[in-house]
């Protein structure tokens, strides 16, 4: 007899429920009675099992290079490395796996950008456009390429809200520009950015678009084809995977015209001192033994998040988002931030106290956030604020959260606000 | 009256609850003068990426004397209690004093650990190294 299953679809909260439980660093007190509230997702986030198990495997069963080697440890590690640039690359949406270059995470696939397409294309009266609210590794490595090559860094402005308006960054557009580098999400604001149409923009005069998916890709669907982009930047850590290690997705062509980034092993095709031709795509652009449990770590990643219901998840984590905002602004916060289309970040200050006294006051009650410019020190002078108060969500992030960080919020108001 | 090391010691370990003692903390601080805004100049900033501590050293005779300020209200009183234990000691004493102890047995040395983070470390540090000029 068949027995006929029912899908049991289950509600989003109990998803979440149950995606909590795969992650061990949750279930912990950071001081005595103090059970851990994770909301710094934004700086890293924590790692589920099956990634941990991913990463303990690499080194318990299949420890040994890749590309390397015929014996049965190297060819399972090769395997499983190049199995973790095929979730990554379909993830993405990518058309090829060559395409999908490891990096150490998202402030070398800027720089990458940087040494090899930027030193080859830009001149003196070229043009680089950021937005004001970029982190840090998405206009220093800018600044440094202009000062290089005599081109100049222009600045898109944002609005009090925290957007980047269509009608600021076209103004900004010419045919001088020839490279145009933004986030797809900024992690001081938890702003989004129309990256498709921007990339039309850009496109229009001519320009080449750079995006730093660090925050983007955590909390976003991404698909590099819609969107048109020609390199997304992202990093690994923010996406449950291992530290040390990201991506940098760069369209074929654009990647077969530049030159090599860092010489060295498995980026040659071969070698002598009249010359040295290079290996093909991706390879080219992975100089040495990259970071292979970090990679395959990744890939354990992208798999157990492509298991889940990312869509019904990302619009929980709006949901926690909006409840976070409405209770802080009871609380007299003031929220720093406040683009129509944000994800992920509360970032604030309250009571007149420093966000470091806030951030210390929470630590105590067991509530982990960050304090400070965030990387983003353009973004601070914007708002004329010594730096934020910032509590940021993950896949695990739930309503009691925010409800602790008020909790503790109110412990600091208590202390701040007198009489 | 003023506040003393031990007062420090024993409040604390009347106070179970760490917000409390960080309030606590936070009166510390209260206590300390405030620095003259012309003092906070670059010259006087010591290194911390998530707030800002200044400090100025003063001699005082044979004896050093050293007044500082920060912009957050903890570190505050981290600066006042770390000035409890260096003012009024001799070149010689500052160079030779661990503050380290006394943050221990207040369960408060992790804000002391070098790297981005309140100034303190840096605060002392620079407190040393005046030190050390003093007696050479």
Known sequence: MNVVTTPTTKSVTEQVAAIRAEFPALHQEVHPGKPLVYLDSAATALKPQAVIDAITEVYTKNCANIHRAVHAMSQRATADYEAARESVRAFIGAPSIEEVIFTRGTSEGINLVRFTYGQQNLQLGDEVLVTELEHHSNIVPWQLLCERTGAKLVVVPINDAGEVTEEAFASKLSVRTKIVAFAHVSNALGTVLPVKRFTQLAHDVGAVVVVDGAQGIVHTHVDVVDLDVDFYAFSAHKLYAPTGVGVLYGKRALLEAMPPYEGGGDMIDEVSFEGTTFNDLPHKFEAGTPNIAGVIGLGAAIEWLRAKDLAALHAHSLEVLRYGEAALTELGATLVGTAKDKVSVLAFNAFGAHPTDLGTILDAEGVAIRTGHHCAQPVMAHYEVAGTARASLGIYSTREDIDALIRGLLIAKKMFVRG | ?136
């Not at chain 2, 936070?26 to 906070?40: F, H, R, S, T, V």
């Not at chain 2, 070098?114 to 030190?131: D, T, V």
Request: charged share 25%.
């Open chain 2, 1 to 136: 009256m003023a506040t003393t090391l031990d007062d420090v010691f024993e409040t604390f370990e009347l106070l179970d609850e760490w917000t409390e003692r960080y309030g606590f903390l936070i009166e510390l601080g209260e206590e300390l003068p405030a620095m003259d805004d012309a003092l906070k100049i670059k010259e006087h900033k010591v290194k911390g990426c998530l707030s800002q501590v200044w400090m100025v050293p003063r001699h005082e005779g044979d004896v050093m004397h050293f007044i500082a300020d920060s912009d957050a209200h903890i570190v505050r009183g981290l600066v006042a209690l770390v000035l409890l234990m260096f003012n009024g000691k001799t070149p010689n004493e500052v160079v030779a004093l661990d503050p380290r102890p006394t943050l221990a047995r207040l369960g408060l040395d992790k804000h002391l650990s070098p790297g981005r983070n309140n100034g303190l470390h840096s605060m002392i540090a620079r407190m040393k190294k005046l030190a050390a000029v003093a007696t050479s």
